[in-house]
């Protein structure tokens, strides 16, 4: 959504954000979400919106290495920040990170919209719990809502990169 | 050796791109110069609109056009009825934006159009309604007492179909039954909820005279259809694409008002606009499922074999009847389930209310049906001291009995007929899984000794799939060495990608790598329907595999003539046709391709000296009858539904204290028919389990006396976490449906239909010792508590 015009843009303020190791200096209405922020001002639009209210989880991004709603944060709020996305999970082109692997393979998805969220609220968890049980993923993911896979396969796959990113394949 | 792909678990080929942030939805699509769109919709039940000021709207800063329903031109018009049916006497749709009357709060009365979402919200705070409120209609079993409040003055009743089916003699069984039983059973209003809401970007594009729409629909053929009959455009000028989608679940197979609102702002205004429905607006303006209520009896004879079943029950409509009534209908049809009932009447009433309208969510009256014959068969059961999986036993219909006709007319016109199925070996197998005899015989007795309420429940279920009217594919093997796969089915997770590639590579023996599908793209193929009714594989499946052998003849027979032998000599491995037993002596595909165009411009490292030989025939280069390209366009039209069916058992243990549940084991027995891809398979299966558990235990959509929605959030309405739904055991049954040429049958839908028969089923086990029986879903904890604590009374 463009922030030059409309109401609210009297008071627009310069924003300094680190998006993905890519330092972005924007001018923006305060009332913009940072997820607006993200998907439409930087057009990183990994980072999905299922019901702007914070309870789906969809929206998750990492905020200086933290899990957060960025569908309740203000891009004002992340001036000075570091945010990161679905899109910087994968360390090229060519190859995917653990996680995204595991989803692969596990079947960890299926619509793919609440999949960004997920994972990158794992790669928080597992960075903290590298060794968790299948119980503390339940746990862990509770507050992402998934409607397609049952969680069966979200929670398998988590395991697999578990896993994965505790003993990485050599080359 | 031939390679095989139907039955294996590949990958999916979606999954890179979504996994990196890559997937395209709706609203990932920003065009330059684009608007966008807010729905001002009605606080009000039910009320009549009196005067709509929107001048101080028009007027903010950002604003470009405010529309109420005189401003839409040719859309002045109701939205089509989309199925209708001779039961439904009085149908009655909508305007795409109120005109004089608003029948649910959600439903839209003015659309703004902006710079910006924001600018846009703003502006519908800025616009003046007057609403004269009128009585509104909420509960469904006072709306059709005499003197009830109307919904809709006009049609003089509330009650929008009534609809009687009868097999058989029903009075007669019931007047010569040993035992005849009673149940009241209701499930309660509940919702899709996909993550994804609704969201549409129309774009008029001036170079190529086309609409251009992108919409998270089910259904995007069905759009363009309806767009450029209302638009007055050819329906060429008119491209809907649905490209990712994030669920949909039935909720997305309509044709809503802001489908019509988002294209005629974005011609009117020569500019690209966007709407994404909000999560609030998700639950008040697309459309809801699941409120009925049944007063139900089963005729048993003294051994607990059905003689008859009469079910009465009220469908609750909501405020419109845009999609007729195909989910009572369903739910009247395949109430018998997997049993054989002799004589059966079934009636209902498609009542409106001041609520959102009502269409299918997975399960589509499935769920209704398969917790209305469950219960009874589990009140025989416990009635008559018999073993509740031996009277399903006593009931299903028998192998050797199909096709078996219920004697009704199913949701596509044609005759409820199962195909094909193995009921009784199903059963067996998941008692076995869940280790039945031991659970009953040794293990709940010990847990009562011990003060513990836990119980098996069983849960048998059929569901029709596949039904018709058609869908259709076109296969084209290009010199590039892609195969081009386009069918008219969109996707909302389902795997289509993997599983039609499956399908082709499998006909034509060629890498599955080679192979590209296109869907959800009007341009690209524009006949069909659309994903619902758990149909695309058994569909758009069985067409991709006709037109893809017909491609393959094609391609045989023009290596054949090349090769100069006969094209039975000819054999194909990994996407190269060569003669048996000389495996020097042939070309590949992309080299037949090349060959069929007598253009002959090949480049490539494909190309082979074959092409450079001159032609060995006269007269045109194109003979008659010959087509420069190796492609066919085929259609599959079922004759009627195939059956899928399932048998679940679970084990669960009941907190009396607390009303709260956990599952010991969830055990599923499936088949649908020949598996495609197992794990597809099963990751549908899973999610339709979850849906279920939510519509056992926590979803249901809780309106006021003043028809004000009260829980429209997802602090409220609960949905399934990872915490609340068990790991999920399964196993496939295969008896493959004898009517299309893959032998599939539909997977959608199933995991959602049995689950709340199955839970009912094992918290009146868990607590038998306190005589609890179950009558209504969802059921949470408090309502389980005062269950208990009524019959401990």
Request: with cysteine; aromatic share 6%; charged share 15%.
């Given at each position: 959504m463009s922030a030059e015009v409309g109401a609210g843009s009297a008071q627009r303020r310069a924003i300094r954000v680190t998006v993905n190791g890519v330092v972005y200096e924007r001018v923006v209405e305060p009332r913009l979400l940072l997820s607006d922020f993200l998907r439409h001002e930087l057009g990183l639009t990994g980072t999905h919106v299922g019901c702007e209210h914070g309870v789906c989880g969809a929206c998750t991004v990492l905020v200086n290495g933290e899990p957060a709603r960025s569908c309740l944060m203000?891009?004002?709020?992340?001036?000075?920040?570091?945010?990161?996305t679905v899109e910087s999970l994968a360390p090229d082109e060519e190859r995917l990170h653990p996680l995204q692997q595991a989803f692969w393979d596990r079947h960890g998805l299926q619509c793919g919209f609440c999949t960004p969220g997920l994972l990158m609220l794992l790669k928080s968890f597992l960075a903290e719990n590298p060794s968790p049980s299948e119980e503390e993923v339940r746990e862990a993911i509770s507050g992402n809502l998934c409607r397609c896979t049952g969680y069966q396969n979200i929670v398998a796959a988590a395991l697999e990169a578990a896993r994965l990113l505790r003993e990485p394949v050599a080359g | 050796m031939p390679t095989r792909m139907l039955g294996e678990p590949v990958k999916r080929r979606e999954d890179p791109r979504l996994l990196t942030g890559h997937g395209r939805y709706v609203d990932d699509i920003d065009l330059p110069g684009m608007l966008h769109a807010a729905v001002l919709r009605s606080p009000y039940a039910h009320a009549q609109i009196e005067r709509i000021d929107a001048s101080t709207a028009r007027a903010l800063e950002g604003v470009v056009a405010v529309f109420t329903y005189?401003?839409?031109?040719?859309?002045?018009?109701?939205?089509?009825?989309?199925?209708?049916?001779?039961?439904?006497?009085h149908p009655y749709t909508r305007y795409a934006l109120a005109r004089d009357e608003v029948n649910h709060v959600g439903e839209g009365v003015a659309l703004v159009v902006a710079e910006s979402r924001y600018v846009a919200e703003d502006a519908l705070e800025a616009i003046r309604v007057e609403y004269q409120e009128l009585p509104p209609v909420v509960d469904i079993e006072r709306a059709v007492e005499p003197g009830a409040w109307l919904v809709h003055e006009e049609l003089g009743t509330n009650v929008a179909a009534h609809y009687v089916g009868v097999v058989g003699d029903p009075e007669r069984a019931f007047a010569q039954a040993a035992h005849v039983f009673r149940e009241r059973l209701v499930i309660e209003r509940s919702a899709a909820m996909p993550i994804e809401t609704r969201g549409i970007v129309a774009a008029w594009d001036p170079y190529r005279e086309v609409l251009r729409v992108w919409d998270s629909t089910q259904g995007p053929i069905v759009i363009r259809n309806a767009l450029a009959a209302l638009f007055g455009l050819a329906p060429h000028q008119v491209e809907v694409i649905a490209p990712d989608v994030g669920g949909g679940f039935g909720c997305k197979i309509m044709f809503y008002p802001e489908e019509v609102l988002i294209p005629y702002a974005a011609l009117v205004l020569g500019r690209p606009v966007k709407w994404t429905e909000d999560r609030i607006e998700h639950f008040i303006a697309t459309n809801h499922e699941r409120l009925q209520i049944h007063d139900a009896e089963i005729a048993v004879d003294a051994e607990g074999r059905i003689l008859g079943v009469r079910d009465i029950f009220l469908h609750d409509a909501g405020a419109y009847t845009p999609y007729g009534i195909i989910v009572p209908q369903i739910t009247a049809c395949q109430l018998p389930g997997p049993y054989k009932v002799p004589n059966y009447h079934v009636e209902f009433r498609a009542v409106y209310s001041n609520?959102?309208?009502?269409?299918?969510?997975?399960?589509?009256?499935?769920p209704h049906a398969c917790f209305v014959m469950e219960r009874l068969i589990d009140r025989v059961a416990d009635e008559l001291g018999l073993d509740r999986a031996e009277v399903r036993r006593r009931n299903f219909v028998q192998p050797d009995e199909f096709p078996y006709d219920v004697g009704l007319v199913f949701q596509d016109g044609a005759p409820t007929r199962y195909d094909s199925g193995d009921y009784p070996a199903m059963l067996a197998r998941v008692l076995e899984m869940v280790d039945y005899e031991r659970f009953v015989r040794e293990e709940q007795p010990r847990l009562r000794a011990e003060g513990r309420y836990v119980g098996i429940g069983l849960a048998c279920y059929v569901e029709g799939t596949g039904i018709g009217?058609?869908?259709?594919?076109?296969?084209?093997?290009?010199?590039?060495?892609?195969?081009?796969?386009?069918?008219?089915?969109?996707?909302?997770?389902?795997?289509?990608?993997?599983?039609?590639?499956?399908?082709?590579?499998?006909?034509?023996?060629?890498?599955?790598?080679?192979?590209?599908?296109?869907?959800?793209?009007?341009?690209?193929?524009?006949?069909?329907?659309?994903?619902?009714?758990s149909r695309s594989a058994v569909v758009a499946g069985s067409a991709v595999a006709l037109a893809a052998r017909r491609v393959r003849e094609q391609a045989l027979e023009l290596a054949a003539r090349e090769l100069e032998v006969d094209p039975a000599d000819l054999v194909v491995e990994d996407g190269r046709i060569f003669v048996r037993g000389a495996p020097e002596r042939g070309l590949s595909y992309w080299e037949a391709a090349q060959l069929a165009n007598p253009l002959r411009y090949a480049y490539g490292t494909e190309a082979s000296e074959l092409l450079s030989k001159p032609r060995p025939w006269n007269?045109?280069?194109?003979?008659?009858?010959?087509?420069?390209?190796?492609?066919?366009?085929?259609?599959?039209s079922p004759p009627h539904a195939t059956w899928a069916s399932g048998a679940l058992a679970c084990i669960l243990e009941v907190d009396p204290g607390t009303g709260?549940?956990?599952?010991?084991?969830?055990?599923?027995?499936?088949?649908?028919?020949?598996?495609?891809?197992?794990?597809?398979?099963?990751?549908?299966?899973?999610?339709?389990?979850?849906?279920?558990?939510?519509?056992?235990f926590y979803e249901r959509i809780v309106y006021d006396e003043n028809g004000q929605p009260v829980n429209a959030s997802f602090m409220d309405f609960l949905i399934p976490t990872a915490v609340e739904v068990p790991p999920i055991e399964i196993a496939h049954l295969e008896t493959p449906s004898p009517l299309n040429p893959l032998g599939v049958k539909g997977v959608g839908e199933a995991g959602a239909i049995p689950v709340p028969a199955l839970v009912a089923s094992a918290i009146d086990d868990a607590l038998r010792p306190l005589g609890v029986r179950v009558t209504r879903m969802p059921l949470g904890p408090s309502e389980l508590l005062e269950l208990i604590a009524r019959s401990t009374e």
């Open positions: 203000l891009a004002v709020q992340a001036d000075g920040l570091a945010i990161e | 005189d401003d839409l031109g040719p859309a002045r018009q109701r939205m089509p009825l989309l199925i209708p049916n001779p039961a439904l006497t609520t959102v309208p009502v269409s299918p969510y997975r399960g589509a009256g499935r009217p058609y869908e259709g594919a076109h296969v084209r093997i290009e010199p590039t060495g892609h195969v081009y796969v386009a069918t008219g089915m969109p996707q909302q997770g389902q795997a289509h990608k993997t599983i039609l590639a499956q399908v082709a590579a499998e006909e034509l023996q060629v890498p599955i790598e080679r192979i590209v599908v296109i869907e959800g793209d009007t341009a690209h193929f524009g006949f069909g329907s659309g994903t619902y009714a007269g045109p280069a194109l003979p008659p009858g010959r087509q420069p390209a190796l492609e066919a366009t085929e259609y599959y709260m549940i956990r599952f010991h084991r969830l055990c599923v027995v499936h088949d649908c028919g020949r598996v495609i891809n197992p794990m597809v398979v099963e990751g549908q299966i899973h999610g339709g389990i979850a849906q279920g558990i939510g519509g056992a």
